[in-house]
């Protein structure tokens, strides 16, 4: 809503940010309350060299491309991309993916931990100043369902929940002082609430 005037969105319309891990000038921290609607905060390292001259054959070609567009040339055939109906179709599968109760607790339990985390050994308790809202527990499951999906599952099993936590949690989490004078990191942190948290 801009002005008081609802906008509706397409619906695949979604929001990509990145981070800056270097230069802090110009750029400003989102609060929490902001992070907490990003689904995920995934860390994207160097790729293989191998991928690398892929990258460079790939914007090479486009250039290429771009060039002879320019000249009035007839583009070569591009590769199909993916359709928003197969889109779709793998939304509707996600969706079936079944939870069951013993999963949508172990989700929940994560979340809780938290937020109670002196229910959970002395050191997240003294790490995590602010825990993660209900969101964090939402994402989870959608995510969980997503990466069994992948894996060619119709059901959400452990391994699923403890693969995607990190990336689900990292940026929903407020260290406390004492974590960053300790160099304490949110994936540290994570490690530490999944080895508490008991598998269902």
């Given at each position: 809503t801009v002005a008081?005037?609802?906008?509706?969105?397409?619906?695949?319309?979604?929001?990509?940010?990145?981070?800056?891990?270097?230069?802090?000038?110009?750029t400003y921290p989102l609060p929490e309350a902001q992070m907490d609607r990003f689904l995920m905060h995934v860390l994207i390292d160097y790729p293989p060299v191998e991928d690398e001259v892929e990258v460079i054959r790939l914007v090479r070609g486009e250039e290429v491309a771009a060039?002879?567009?320019?000249?009035g040339k007839p583009p070569k055939a591009k590769l199909p991309g993916v359709s928003q109906d197969i889109v779709f179709e793998a939304r509707g599968e996600i969706g079936q993916i079944h939870v069951s109760p013993a999963m949508e607790r172990y989700m929940a339990d994560l979340v809780h931990a938290t937020r109670y985390r002196e229910s959970y050994g002395a050191d997240l308790k003294r790490w995590i100043e602010v825990g993660a809202s209900p969101r964090a527990s939402l994402a989870l499951d959608k995510c969980g369902r997503t990466h069994a999906w992948l894996h060619g599952r119709d059901y959400v099993d452990p391994?699923?929940?403890?693969?995607?936590?990190?990336d689900v949690l990292r940026h929903r989490l407020t260290l406390s002082y004492e974590a960053q004078g300790e160099g304490i990191s949110a994936d540290r942190v994570v490690k530490e609430l999944i080895a508490q948290v008991a598998l269902p």
């Amino acid at each position: 809503t801009v002005a008081g005037k609802t906008h509706k969105l397409p619906p695949l319309f979604m929001v990509m940010a990145t981070q800056n891990p270097v230069e802090q000038e110009g750029t400003y921290p989102l609060p929490e309350a902001q992070m907490d609607r990003f689904l995920m905060h995934v860390l994207i390292d160097y790729p293989p060299v191998e991928d690398e001259v892929e990258v460079i054959r790939l914007v090479r070609g486009e250039e290429v491309a771009a060039q002879a567009e320019r000249a009035g040339k007839p583009p070569k055939a591009k590769l199909p991309g993916v359709s928003q109906d197969i889109v779709f179709e793998a939304r509707g599968e996600i969706g079936q993916i079944h939870v069951s109760p013993a999963m949508e607790r172990y989700m929940a339990d994560l979340v809780h931990a938290t937020r109670y985390r002196e229910s959970y050994g002395a050191d997240l308790k003294r790490w995590i100043e602010v825990g993660a809202s209900p969101r964090a527990s939402l994402a989870l499951d959608k995510c969980g369902r997503t990466h069994a999906w992948l894996h060619g599952r119709d059901y959400v099993d452990p391994e699923d929940v403890r693969a995607i936590t990190p990336d689900v949690l990292r940026h929903r989490l407020t260290l406390s002082y004492e974590a960053q004078g300790e160099g304490i990191s949110a994936d540290r942190v994570v490690k530490e609430l999944i080895a508490q948290v008991a598998l269902p």
